[in-house]
């Protein structure tokens, strides 16, 4: 899903780029770097947010390399992808606020089609409902305290949903108001926040 979800975002951000003058090949080089940054730094992000998981007593150091169990911070994803994506850009002579411009709608694109991971490796729901939505976790995947929990919250869908918005949001700013060039990624970044709060 995470994968889906840097194809869709680098093309997205190629094709804006290419309308506003630029080579769309660039989002990919940058992407090439950026994207193992990203990666890194949500991971990064996570173990030091939740390292309990990863010290003893209750976990074990070497868990912080089993990425496959799931585990990513977005905040350390965005902070690592954008810091080595703008040197990228920079090193090729690239107006760095003008790419911050073309990414502010991708990235949460991919976020929205990234976080269907967590439906499938079973993470991210929140408490016990009734409601028709409710999603089934195998009692595995669930907390000892809700074992006896039909369906839990989906999370990852209220996210998912949330970052389609802020999509729209970007995409509506950008064409009803005239910032300065590069402001469109605080657009996204203030639209996702609010989101996650």
Request: net charge positive; aromatic share 12%; hydrophobic share 50%.
């Given at each position: 899903c995470i994968a889906l979800g840097v194809w869709a975002a680098v093309t997205v951000a190629a094709r804006r780029y290419a309308r506003r003058g630029g080579d769309p090949s660039l989002i990919t080089t940058i992407a090439i770097w950026a994207v193992p940054a990203g990666i890194?730094?949500?991971?990064?992000?996570?173990?030091?947010?939740?390292?309990?998981?990863?010290?003893?007593?209750?976990?074990h150091p070497l868990?912080?390399?089993?990425?496959?169990?799931?585990?990513?911070?977005?905040?350390?994803?965005?902070?690592?992808?954008?810091?080595?994506?703008?040197?990228?850009?920079?090193?090729?002579?690239?107006?760095?606020?003008?790419?911050?411009?073309?990414?502010?709608?991708?990235l949460p694109l991919a976020q929205a089609i990234g976080r269907w991971g967590n439906y499938f490796n079973q993470e991210l729901f929140g408490k016990p409902t009734s409601l028709p939505w409710g999603l089934r976790i195998d009692l595995a995947h669930r907390p000892a305290v809700y074992a006896a929990a039909q369906a839990f919250h989906p999370i990852f869908l209220y996210e998912s949903l949330w970052d389609l918005c802020v999509v729209g949001i970007v995409l509506v700013v950008e064409r009803?108001?005239?910032?300065?060039?590069?402001?469109?990624?605080?657009?996204?970044?203030?639209?996702y926040t609010f989101g996650r709060f």
């Open positions: 890194i730094g949500a991971r990064l992000y996570h173990v030091l947010t939740d390292y309990e998981l990863y010290v003893p007593p209750g976990g868990n912080a390399l089993k990425i496959w169990d799931g585990g990513l911070g977005i905040w350390g994803g965005v902070a690592a992808g954008v810091l080595v994506g703008a040197r990228v850009a920079r090193r090729h002579g690239a107006n760095v606020p003008l790419l911050f411009d073309c990414v502010a709608p991708a009803r108001f005239r910032l300065r060039t590069g402001s469109l990624f605080g657009v996204y970044a203030a639209a």
